[in-house]
C-alpha cells in the first residue's frame, strides 16, 4: 500500500487494477441455468420465527472443515497485512540506505537535463526495482497461497501476463503524473502538499472514470448479458429505482478465480454494473437479484461520491501529514542518504514509507468506512430486491475467503466488508418484519449483529 507525494497514487492504482482484473482472451460463456435457492427449515417462513435462530441455521450449513479453511484464510491475511508494511518498509530503508536512490537520481540525470524526463526516469526505474524486490511476496499471496486455498483457477503464465500488464499500466500511468505531481513540489515549495493532495484527487476521479473503459478489458473479457431471465429482473430493478441502466455485463472472471462478485465502476458517466460469471453459475435467481440490488445501491446512495470525498479529505491529512515527516527526516539524514530535499525526485523511497505508515496506522478506519458503506448498499439491495434468502446464500459463499463469523472487534479493525453474520442477521430481521401477520404470532423479535 505505497502512497508517496509522487507515486503513491499511480502504485494504489496499480494494486487496484491486479486486485479486481484478471486476464482473458474469449467472452465468458452465458449461463442458462441456476442453482435452486435452498433455505434450512429454521430460516423459513413460520410462526415464531426467530431471527438469531435462522442466522444460525444459515451458518450451520457450512461444513466444519471449509468453515476452518476459510478462517485460516482470512486470519492469515492479518499477519500478511503486516508483513507487507514491514516488508516494503525496509524495501524503502534499503533504496535510502544504501544510496540507491541516489543513485538512480543521478543516472537519469546523465540521461536527460530536462527535470520532467529525468523524474520520469527516475520514477521507471524505482518501480520496476522494488516491484522485482517485493515480488517474492506477490507471487506468494497472489498465486500459491490463492491456489492452496482452492480459490484461484489461473496457471502460472496467464497469471504472470496479469501482473506484467498490470505493472505496464502503471508505468505508462506514472511516467506522466509523477512529473506533474514534482512540477508541483519545486515550483510551490511549502504550500506543495495542499495542491499535491488535490492533484491526487483528480487523478484517481480520472482513473476510476476511464478503468471501466480502457482498463479493465486489458484484463478481462466484458460482455452483454444475455440471459433474460436474468437480465429483465435486474433491468426492472433498476428501472423501479431510478437507475438509467438499459445493460447488464457480466466479465469471465472463472478463468482466474472461484469468487462470486459483483461492482459498480466508473465515474461521471462511465458507470456499468458487472457480475462475473461465478455469480451466475454459483448462484440462485434470488441470490443474483439480492446481489445486484446492493450493487445499485452503491449508485442511488452516491456511494462514489462520499467516497472520493471521504478519501479526498484523508489524503489531504496524509500530504500535511508526509510533509511535516520528509522536512524531519531529512534533516537529520538526509545528507547521509543523498537527497537534497523535498524537490529531489530520490525522495521518493522517504515518502512512500510515510505515507505506508499513515494508512497502515488508519487502517481500522478506512476498513470502517467502506464497511459501512457496503452494510448501507446491502439494506438498500435486500429492501429493492425483496429477497432476503438470496442475500443469506450469497452470504455464505462469500465465505469462501472471507471469516463468517468474527469477533466484534475483529471485524472493525480487520474488515472492510460486514461478515457474514452481521449480513445474514440483516437479512432474517428484513425477513422477520416482512412476514405475513399470522406467521409473527410469538416470534422473538430481531436479532443483533
Known amino acids: 500500500m505505497l502512497r508517496s507525494a509522487c507515486c503513491g497514487v499511480t502504485i494504489a492504482f496499480v494494486i487496484f487494477v491486479v486486485a479486481v482484473a484478471q486476464a482473458s482472451e474469449q467472452p465468458a460463456s452465458t449461463a442458462e441455468s441456476h442453482p435452486q435457492l435452498k433455505v434450512p427449515s429454521a430460516a423459513r417462513a413460520h410462526p415464531g420465527f426467530d431471527v438469531k ?22 486470519e492469515g491475511g492479518y499477519w500478511l497485512l503486516l508483513w507487507d508494511f514491514l516488508y516494503s518498509s525496509v524495501v524503502m530503508m534499503l533504496l535510502l540506505a544504501t544510496g540507491l536512490s541516489a543513485r538512480m537520481r543521478d543516472l537519469a540525470e546523465r540521461i536527460t537535463r530536462r527535470k520532467p524526463l529525468q523524474t520520469a526516469i527516475y520514477f521507471a526505474e524505482f518501480l520496476l526495482l522494488t516491484t522485482v524486490l517485493q515480488s ?6 497472489g498465486y500459491f497461497r490463492e491456489h492452496k486455498y482452492g480459490l484461484a483457477t489461473q496457471t502460472f503464465g496467464p497469471w504472470m501476463r496479469d501482473q506484467v500488464v498490470g505493472l505496464a499500466v502503471g508505468l505508462v500511468a506514472g511516467c506522466l503524473l509523477v512529473p506533474f505531481l514534482f512540477g508541483i513540489v519545486r515550483k510551490l515549495g511549502r504550500s506543495w502538499w ?29 460482455t452483454k448479458l444475455n440471459d433474460a431471465k436474468v437480465r429483465d429482473s435486474i433491468l426492472s430493478m433498476a428501472r423501479a429505482n431510478g437507475i438509467p441502466v438499459t445493460e447488464v455485463y457480466q466479465v469471465d472472471a472463472s478463468r482466474q478465480s472461484t469468487r462470486v462478485s459483483a461492482n ?18 454459483r448462484c440462485s435467481p434470488e441470490a443474483i437479484q439480492s446481489v445486484m440490488g ?39 539524514w538526509g545528507e547521509g542518504w543523498g537527497v537534497r530535499g523535498i524537490g529531489d525526485v530520490a525522495v521518493v523511497p522517504l515518502a512512500a514509507l510515510w ?6 496506522v488508519l487502517t481500522p478506519l478506512t476498513n470502517s468506512y467502506t464497511r459501512m458503506e457496503e452494510y448501507e448498499a446491502d439494506i438498500f439491495g435486500i429492501n429493492a430486491s425483496a429477497q432476503p434468502d438470496g442475500e443469506a446464500e450469497v452470504d455464505l459463499l462469500l465465505g469462501d475467503y472471507r471469516k463468517l463469523d468474527p469477533g466484534r472487534w475483529e471485524e472493525i479493525v480487520f474488515f472492510d466488508h460486514p461478515s457474514g453474520r452481521t449480513r445474514i442477521t440483516a437479512a432474517m430481521r428484513w425477513k422477520a418484519e416482512h412476514l405475513p401477520a399470522a406467521d409473527r404470532v410469538g416470534q422473538s423479535g430481531p436479532a443483533t449483529p
Open 294 to 332: 446492493h450493487e445499485m445501491g452503491h449508485y442511488v446512495l452516491n456511494h462514489a461520491l462520499k467516497g472520493t470525498m471521504f478519501f479526498g479529505i484523508l489524503s489531504v491529512a496524509a500530504f500535511a501529514f508526509v510533509n511535516w515527516a520528509l522536512l524531519w527526516s531529512l534533516a537529520r
Open 194 to 222: 495542499v495542491w499535491g493532495a488535490i492533484a491526487a484527487i483528480v487523478f484517481n476521479m480520472f482513473a476510476a472514470m476511464i478503468a471501466p473503459v480502457y482498463i479493465f478489458p486489458l484484463f478481462n473479457t466484458y
Open 355 to 360: 505515507f505506508s505508515i499513515f494508512f497502515f
Open 264 to 281: 459498480v465502476s466508473g465515474f461521471l458517466g462511465t458507470e456499468r454494473i458487472t457480475l462475473n460469471d461465478n455469480l451466475l453459475k
Open 53 to 74: 435462530a435462522a442466522v444460525d441455521a444459515y451458518l450451520a450449513t457450512i461444513p466444519p472443515d471449509k468453515k476452518a479453511r476459510s478462517d485460516a484464510y482470512f
Open 136 to 141: 517474492p511476496l506477490l507471487v506468494y499471496e
